[in-house]
């Protein structure tokens, strides 16, 4: 049968993001000729050859958009990213079941990433928030299990949220839980409040019920739904007329993991929050604006399948502030609908403004205390002026995965933090620096690559760094000064799993060779 042209879309798409990682993560012996970038491996016979339609401007680092569209192996087309991970789980000796298991995944994103380009889109500027949150198809452009929602296949666009109730008996409550989850079921405050000193509501997603109630069978199931529709993490939802969102517990592996929610994850947004005042104010005192999304509350059962977080929503902020705000994955894919810099200049002109408000919102943490937030693209929202599409500042959400070197925060602050999590507390200031050198070098590569600047780019970017580096910070002047930057090993990490720390591999640090 006749593929859809759809359907090569999405198996090119999956094709591009593991050849880019195979390539970025030196997962095979990579070399770049006029006419090929030829994949190889010893003793493994005939390689890989990726074929270019012109001599590949740098010969190091790929996105997954710059891959062409021709891929061989022993002269036949290679179709797609699973065709390709068998390939070469051949030539590493990766055990079967485990390319199995990783070849049904990406035949999962595949399937999602032909459903995504079937839709109509209709996006502009003043499109709402929850818009632009379901506006991602091609999203990140180095993750092959970018659309991956594994075992289900659909568009996630709207879900019914279920409500079940628990004896509170040993559930963690931080906020005004309570009182919201109330808001929540009975919008009107009419009706009778179901939710006693004894007891506790949890909402439940609908891929989410059958488990929840197979770990809890003493859960009460109440006769509430709520039809909300799935920000671009799926499972934070979006309920029409509540000034927030609902996150719960899904487990469905969306991109790298499977998104269950520990309890240590569920309260952590609303404990550290003197932390995240102390980094907004430390954003301030270097010219930037940060605000951070608040967590009003959560509850956290014994399970990592039921919780619940209840976090301040864009559209009340918007409704609050007059800003507009755009999730940053969204506004790279979209770009065009947002601004339209004609002439060289004018890109560039808006990559330093881009720049200057990122550096001074996600870096002066950093500086001061020796912290920095999870700020990557699907965490960070970029927030406009409404007219003007003048860049005001960013927010940022979801404060599960910080970094802190907690020396360092003793020292600069009074405060106390929980670093009970996996990977939160990093034993050098150091790695705290490198860590948010990988986050900015990952926006700033999005951007210029966006915006088509190139090296001239990677220059704006530097100089608009340099500027706010403070002029004793040794740590911060190693991002202008060494060659290579740390990068996710995502292929590596799903393959070969995750020890003690993070599968990292050094790639070409662009702020230094520009």
């Not at 798409?13 to 593991?18: F, G, H, I, P, Q």
């Not at 010893?42 to 710059?66: C, T």
């Not at 070969?496 to 790639?507: A, C, H, N, S």
Request: charged residues 25%.
């Amino acid at each position: 049968m006749q593929k859809t042209t759809e359907r090569r879309k999405a198996e090119h798409a999956s094709l591009a993001r593991v050849a880019a990682c195979l390539i970025n993560e030196r997962f095979v012996t990579v070399s770049f000729a006029a006419n090929y970038i030829t994949l190889s491996y010893p003793n493994a016979g005939e390689p890989v050859l990726i074929h270019l339609q012109q001599p590949f401007p740098f010969q190091d680092v790929l996105d997954a958009s710059e891959v062409p569209q021709v891929v061989t192996y022993k002269g036949m087309a290679v179709a797609d990213g699973a065709e390709l991970i068998r390939i070469i789980g051949k030539w590493r000796n990766i055990d079967e079941s485990l390319l199995d298991k990783v070849s049904r995944e990406f035949d999962n994103s595949v399937a999602n990433m032909e459903l995504a380009y079937c839709r109509q889109l209709s996006l502009s500027f003043d499109s709402p928030a929850i818009d632009w949150e379901q506006a991602l198809i091609e999203a990140h452009g180095l993750h092959p299990w970018h659309k991956c929602r594994y075992p289900e296949v659909g568009h996630f666009l709207d879900a019914k949220l279920y409500f079940v109730r628990l004896p509170s008996d040993g559930v963690t409550i931080v906020g005004d839980y309570k009182e919201r989850i109330q808001q929540l079921l009975f919008p009107t405050g009419l009706e009778k409040d179901i939710i006693d000193d004894g007891s506790i509501v949890f909402p439940v997603h609908q891929l989410q019920l059958s488990r929840v109630m197979e770990i809890f069978p003493q859960a009460e199931l109440l006769n509430k739904t709520v039809t909300a529709r799935s920000q671009s993490s799926v499972r934070t939802m979006s309920v029409a007329g509540a000034d927030f969102c609902v996150k719960v517990p899904l487990a469905l592996k969306i991109t790298s993991n499977v998104r269950t929610i520990k309890p240590w994850s569920v309260t952590i947004g609303y404990r550290i929050e003197p932390v995240l005042r102390l980094v907004e104010q430390a954003v301030a005192s270097f010219g930037g604006s940060l605000t951070a999304l608040r967590e009003y509350g959560a509850a956290a059962s014994s399970s990592p399948h039921l919780g619940c977080v209840l976090r301040q929503s864009l559209e009340s902020v918007e409704s609050e502030t007059g800003d507009k705000l755009i999730v940053c994955v969204a506004l790279m894919e979209h770009l065009h609908l947002v601004w339209a810099p004609a002439s060289h200049e004018e890109k560039l002109d808006l990559l330093r403004e881009f720049c200057r408000h990122l550096f001074r919102a996600v870096l002066p943490s950093v500086f001061i205390y020796g912290f920095a937030l999870q700020a990557h693209a699907q965490n960070l929202l970029i927030r406009l002026h409404p007219k003007t599409r003048a860049i005001r500042g960013f927010y940022i959400r979801d404060f599960t995965s910080f970094r802190v070197h907690r020396e360092s925060f003793a020292k600069a602050c009074s405060l106390d933090i929980d670093t009970a999590q996996f990977l939160t507390s990093m034993d050098s200031r150091a790695k705290v620096y490198k860590y948010i050198h990988t986050v900015i070098h990952t926006h700033v590569a999005s951007m210029v690559l966006k915006l088509k600047l190139g090296i001239m780019g990677w220059r704006a970017a530097r100089e608009e760094l340099e500027k706010i580096i403070p002029a004793e910070d040794a740590l911060a002047k190693e991002w202008l000064t060494s060659p290579t930057v740390e990068a996710r090993a995502t292929l590596a990490m799903q393959i070969y799993g995750v020890d003690k720390e993070l599968r990292l591999v050094e790639v070409t640090n662009r702020f230094y060779h520009c």
